[in-house]
């Protein structure tokens, strides 16, 4: 199991694991995400600092998701397409998307880059 979901005060995006028996794939699953765009922010998800975590069990990986708003319109289509994407991953048999509300989004949650490009640093 790896990068639970954060506690309440730690801030900054998601990072796969540089090691274990799940690095790779957690890279792989990076890079997929960085495919998906918040459809109202011009950024990706990952980027965003909306990915919380990945936990695993064997091949079946739970991911802990969160959303800049609560009341987001989009949110069970951007978890379905999360959960599609993850799908792809060799090796990855099972996806399951929990959308978590705390700690809530804030942009200290994004990336460096993110951040320069929306003026944050």
Known sequence: MTEPAPSPGVT????????????????????IL????DPEIPMNIVDLGLIYGLEWAN????????????GCPVAGIIAEE????????PE???????????????PERM??????QFGFA
């Not at 990855?92 to 804030?106: A, G, I, N, Y």
């Open 92 to 106: 990855v048999k099972s996806v399951t998307v929990e959308l978590v509300w705390d700690p809530p989004w804030s």
């Open 12 to 31: 900054g995006p998601f990072a796969p694991a540089s090691d274990g028996p799940y690095a790779q794939r957690e890279r792989q699953i990076t890079e």
């Open 34 to 37: 960085k495919q998906i765009y």
């Open 59 to 70: 091949d079946s990986v739970k991911l802990k998701m969160t959303l800049t708003a609560p």
């Open 82 to 89: 999360v959960k599609t994407a993850v799908e792809k991953v």
């Open 111 to 116: 990336s460096d880059f993110a951040k320069r």
